[in-house]
């Protein structure tokens, strides 16, 4: 739980960070899924990390009036409305929403329109999320040019339009403890979550009867929804980096990618695991699972503040090259495999991401050209992965074998602290929970 007064502080941060003028921030739209039916709504991250408020419909304006005149903070909102809120439930409206999350003004949205340009006379700026929707960029100009429109009354409308998102960016990039808080119960979540599904599967099961599993125990545990569309992939689908269909039938001797998280009052975990359908890795398969968990340890331990954003990567990704090219899928040097490119037939995306808010979250990697040290406080993932697809040159064995090992860390002043840690990753501890869940079913059912 985030306690109210630190989203007014994120306010009162950013109001500094502006200086003078107006933050004009719209929380997101409902989007009609079909007819009348809306898809499962979802604030918008920004706004939501300025207000807690969760509710569509809402617009938070913040003026900053320098060091002479402290910030306003005001929230438009929809009004009270006993009629709809019998068919949709509860709302706030505006006073309701002031005293509870801690704004200086709230208004029905509706005074939007009427009140803007009044808030945006005499101001220098504008700060909004430029180019983010065409039509809140033509509101944003419609509101300045009726302020401008009032210059033979001696008023001046704002001359410049600044984008806010890379300032909030840079706030969003380093997480508070309470901030790790939630994100290390999601990540408790979805890691009990990989645990069922390991304990679930069965060869002959379809993929989404896995994803179930997953389902069941994020909104089990009070996860508001899953943090992206889970990936359940058996055998070759996991060399198809989206998989989402899950629609496949799973089959003994495959491995299964999953690759699923939960969002937990709007901070995402990120976990992937990957483990054989029927409890047993083959030879083939445990050559290449043991290469991407020690890839995965060795970018893990690179996490530390102070090593640029890249030291992760770079430090799997040596360690994945070695190892295909002791296992024949590259030839050469590491140093020529990694200069070349080769490794990109088998491993084509990068170790990871800044994680938060949004699955992957805000923040730039690099600052001036060069990738930007890692400091305490930020949130990222740690995934590496291996993918073979069948070709002439490769050995049979490793055709359509696809495993990614991912992870949650903080980076905190002695290294990291790993989010995830409930989901089990070596081979031993893989083995051991499929096997226990085989003698409890031949405890339960009498058949093994
Ligand atoms: N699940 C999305 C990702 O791993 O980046
Ligand atoms: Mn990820
Ligand atoms: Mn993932």
Avoid at 81 to 90: H, T, Y
Avoid at 242 to 257: K, T
Avoid at 345 to 352: A, I, K, L, N, S
Wanted: net charge negative; with cysteine.
């Amino acid at each position: 739980m985030i306690p109210i007064d630190c989203y007014r502080e994120r306010r009162l941060h950013l109001a500094s960070r502006m200086e003078r003028g107006v933050a004009v921030i719209p929380t997101a739209p409902e989007r009609v899924r079909n007819r009348d039916a809306h898809y499962s709504y979802r604030f918008d991250s920004y706004f939501y990390y300025l207000t807690g408020f969760r509710e569509p419909e809402a617009v938070l304006v913040i003026v900053a009036g320098g060091v002479a005149e402290p910030a306003r903070h005001i929230l438009f909102c929809r009004d009270k409305n006993p009629e709809r809120e019998i068919w949709d439930g509860f709302r706030y409206g505006p006073q309701a929403a002031q005293e509870t999350f801690g704004l200086d003004e709230a208004f029905p949205l509706d005074r939007l329109e009427a009140l803007l340009p009044g808030l945006l006379a005499d101001q220098p700026a504008v700060y909004c999320s430029l180019g983010y929707e065409a039509g809140w960029d033509a509101r944003v100009m419609g509101w300045i040019n009726q302020v401008r429109q009032q210059a033979r009354g001696g008023v001046t409308a704002p001359s410049s339009i600044h984008d806010v998102r890379p300032l909030l960016d840079e706030m969003r990039l380093i997480k508070s403890e309470e901030e790790i808080a939630i994100m290390r119960r999601a990540g408790e979540i979805s890691g009990g979550a990989h645990r069922r599904a390991m304990r679930a599967v069965r060869p002959g099961m379809s993929e989404y009867e896995v994803e179930a599993e997953l389902l069941h125990e994020f909104r089990r545990h009070g996860a508001q929804a899953p943090a992206y569309t889970s990936i359940v992939a058996g055998g070759a689908n996991a060399c198809v980096l989206h998989y989402v269909e899950n629609d496949a039938r799973l089959n003994a001797g495959d491995l299964l990618l999953v690759d699923a998280g939960c969002e937990l009052d709007g901070y995402a975990s990120d976990i992937t695991r990957t483990f054989p359908v029927n409890g047993h890795f083959s030879s083939a398969q445990k050559d290449l699972y043991q290469l991407v968990l020690a890839a995965q340890a060795a970018a893990i331990e690179a996490v530390r503040p102070g090593n640029p954003w890249d030291a992760p990567h770079e430090a799997a990704l040596r360690v994945l090259v070695q190892g295909f090219i002791d296992a024949g899928l590259c030839r050469g040097s590491v140093d020529a495999v990694v200069q070349s490119e080769d490794y990109k037939r088998f491993f084509m995306h990068r170790t990871g991401h800044w994680l938060g808010l949004d699955v992957h979250d805000a923040g730039d990697y690099k600052r001036e050209g060069q990738w930007r040290p890692l400091q305490p406080g930020m949130t990222l993932t740690v995934e590496p992965g291996c993918y073979v697809r069948p070709a002439d040159d490769v050995p049979p064995h490793f055709w359509n074998i696809g495993i990614r090992i991912e992870d949650d860390v903080a980076v905190t002043s002695a290294g990291c602290e790993i989010l995830t840690p409930a989901a089990p990753k070596t081979v031993g501890d893989i083995e051991e929970l499929m096997r226990e869940r085989d003698r409890s079913i031949t405890r339960e059912y009498g058949y093994g």
